[in-house]
């Protein structure tokens, strides 16, 4: 426990010296797809438009589709290159409270560095990148744990006694770790995990 108190100690006397602690929160409202298609077995079901028996093509899909909303908390470690370049490091989560349809659990959190440009001398606003690894959980008519890119473009503009921000968020899966996807996975087929949405926060603390 000492340890441990010793080491956040010293990263607020370094955050003093060589960077910036920093938190955000906001709110965030994404559409998310989760499509699969799975290899099966051909059948015939009967057209009625032509009037006739017809074999189909053999492959089952599922898909999760839906728009979430809820809040964001961001923590980050802010440090200045130049006076209008700077690097931070951001580690955020995502809870979806609402979501359309309903009658499920969505949440997910993305861990990456971010480069942001001030605009202006005076640091009154700039523009900034977000890369890193983005995971998601999804728990209703499909489950699935995704992992993938996460990625975030946006704006802030500093209003002295707080910060606002507007961003185009998205997530870009390219693995599925559920249980479901992972013993089907031989006769999958194809599939499409990506998720994209806005996000409006602000920031009035600095640790």
């Known amino acids: 426990m000492i340890r441990f108190s010793l080491i956040l100690v010293t990263l607020f ?9 920093y938190y955000s929160l906001g709110l965030k409202t994404q559409r998310v797809n989760f499509l699969y298609v799975y290899e099966g077995d051909p059948e015939y079901s009967y057209d009625d438009e032509l009037n006739t028996w017809v074999l189909s093509d053999g492959m089952d899909s599922i898909q999760s589709k839906f728009i979430s909303f809820g809040p964001t908390l961001c923590y980050g470690y802010h440090y200045d290159i130049t006076d209008q370049i700077a690097v931070a490091g951001e580690l955020e989560g995502f809870l ?12 997910d959190f993305g861990l990456g560095v971010r480069g942001s440009y001030t ?19 999804n728990r209703g ?11 975030r473009l946006g704006y802030e503009h500093d209003f002295d006694s707080f910060l606002l921000g507007f961003a185009l968020d998205g997530n870009a899966f390219v693995e599925d770790l559920s249980y479901y996807a992972t013993v089907n996975a ?14 409006v926060y602000f920031s009035i603390g600095k640790l």
Do not use: H, T
């Not at 006397?13 to 602690?21: A, E, M, R």
């Not at 605009?119 to 959980?137: I, P, Q």
């Open 13 to 21: 006397l370094s955050s003093q010296v060589f960077g910036q602690l």
């Open 96 to 107: 979806g409270l609402l979501n359309v349809p309903g009658d499920r659990f969505y949440f």
């Open 186 to 199: 031989d006769a999958l087929i194809g599939r499409k995990l990506n998720s994209i949405g806005v996000v």
């Open 141 to 151: 008519y499909s489950e699935n744990d995704v992992l993938g890119l996460n990625w």
């Open 119 to 137: 605009l202006n001398s005076s640091r009154y606003s700039n523009v900034f990148l977000r890369l890193g690894v983005g995971y998601g959980m």
